[in-house]
């Protein structure tokens, strides 16, 4: 199932399991505010089984992955700000820029032609175990799609969980008041990592998404290469 552009908006919170939700579950609660691990990069640990999450993540075969798509420390003299994530799609990698002239990257899936975007945005929304809700002419043209959706409190969509397309976390790109319909987020196929083949979106291993999602807030520049 692939992920598209055009998602319905969501409103604009800061986290939460679904959007309009004011409660969180204890286990939503968990999962939003994991500890962040600044320690030495472990591929055995930083891509093992989650099993104390809101739901369960499997561990990802990290041995089979070009090391180039995995999670790295790196040093870093570009022009952006600490705190800024730059996408380069060609590459297929994402860099959060950190202090002290490092960053962090990961390797991530991109658009593939004719469904790719690039420019400046900013986090609006961040949600731990997101819905999905496809647009109705996917979900037209996608026959096996229309089994797999339910009516949801914001309308026909995945809920949140290990079958959604959006995997376990979501960053929500906006241009100013304009919601951009581009997401970063996990993933359900992490061997698509490195490849075009989404419907736009920036898509990662549910680990590196969960790292990711831990380390920016609302507010966070994005800056998506042309």
């Known amino acids: 199932m692939a992920e598209s552009p055009a998602d319905a908006p969501a409103a604009p919170l800061t986290v939460g399991p679904k959007p309009g939700a004011n409660q969180l579950s204890p286990a939503m609660a968990a999962a939003i505010n994991r500890p962040i691990d600044n320690g030495p990069i472990s591929y055995d640990k930083a891509y093992a089984a989650i099993a104390d999450d809101a739901f369960p993540v499997a561990a990802f075969n990290w041995k089979k ?113 304009k919601d951009t319909l581009f997401r970063i987020h996990g993933t359900l196929d992490p061997n698509s990592i490195g490849k075009s083949v989404s419907s736009g979106c920036i898509r990662m291993i549910n680990q590196d998404a969960i790292d990711l999602f831990s380390r920016v807030n609302v507010g966070t520049k994005v800056v998506v290469l042309n």
């Open 65 to 177: 992955t070009n090391p180039a798509f995995l999670r790295q420390e790196i040093a870093y003299t570009g022009p952006y700000e600490p705190g800024t994530i730059i996408v380069d799609p060609r590459a297929h990698q994402l860099t959060l820029v950190q202090a002290d002239g490092r960053a962090r990257r990961y390797g991530v899936g991109v658009g593939k032609q004719g469904f790719s975007w690039s420019g400046t945005a900013t986090v609006n929304l961040k949600q731990a175990w997101p819905d999905w809700y496809p647009p109705k002419e996917m979900i037209a043209r996608t026959p096996h799609l229309a089994r797999e959706v339910d009516t949801l409190p914001s309308g026909v969509g995945v809920p949140g969980g290990n079958r959604n397309p959006l995997g376990a976390r979501a960053m929500y790109l906006w241009q100013g008041n």
